[in-house]
Nanobody, 123 residues
Framework: VQLQASGGGLVQAGGSLRLSCAASGRTFSNYGMGWFRQAPGRNREFVAAISKSGRSTSYADSVKGRFTISRDNPKNSVYLQMNSLKPDDTAVHYC?????????????????WGQGTLITVSS
C-alpha cells in the first residue's frame, strides 16, 4: 500500500485542520488505518486509529474529544479532523496501514507508512 498524506500547515492555537491520506496499490478496505505523530526529539506516538470497516475507532487521551478519524473506502482515503489545536500538537503527522482489521495503537502493528505532513501550531 502506498500512502500519501496531505493537509498540514501552520495554524494558530484553537484553530482547526483536516488531514487527508490517500491510499493506492492494494485493496484499501482490507486495512485498518491509523494516524501517528512525531515531534522533534520525541518518539513517534499514536494519535488515532480506525478499523477497516470504519465502525471502530481509538484515540490517544491527549486528542480525545478534539480529533476525529474517519475513512471513505470507495475513495481509498482516511481523514483526521483536528479541532482546538494546541502548540503541543506540533509534529509531523503520519498515516499508516495495518493488516489488523481493528483499530490498533502500536507502531509495530503497522505495515505501511506515508511520508508525513507537518503541523505547526502557534501560541
Amino acid at each position: 500500500v502506498q500512502l500519501q498524506a496531505s493537509g498540514g500547515g501552520l495554524v494558530q492555537a484553537g484553530g482547526s485542520l483536516r488531514l487527508s491520506c490517500a491510499a493506492s496499490g492494494r485493496t484499501f478496505s482490507n486495512y485498518g488505518m491509523g494516524w501517528f505523530r512525531q515531534a522533534p526529539g520525541r518518539n513517534r506516538e499514536f494519535v488515532a486509529a480506525i478499523s477497516k470497516s470504519g465502525r471502530s475507532t481509538s484515540y490517544a487521551d491527549s486528542v480525545k474529544g478534539r480529533f476525529t478519524i474517519s475513512r471513505d473506502n470507495p475513495k481509498n482515503s482516511v481523514y483526521l479532523q483536528m479541532n482546538s489545536l494546541k502548540p503541543d500538537d506540533t509534529a509531523v503527522h503520519y498515516c499508516a496501514a495495518t493488516a489488523y482489521v481493528s483499530a490498533r495503537s502500536a507502531t509495530w502493528e503497522y505495515d505501511y507508512w506515508g511520508q508525513g505532513t507537518l503541523i505547526t501550531v502557534s501560541s
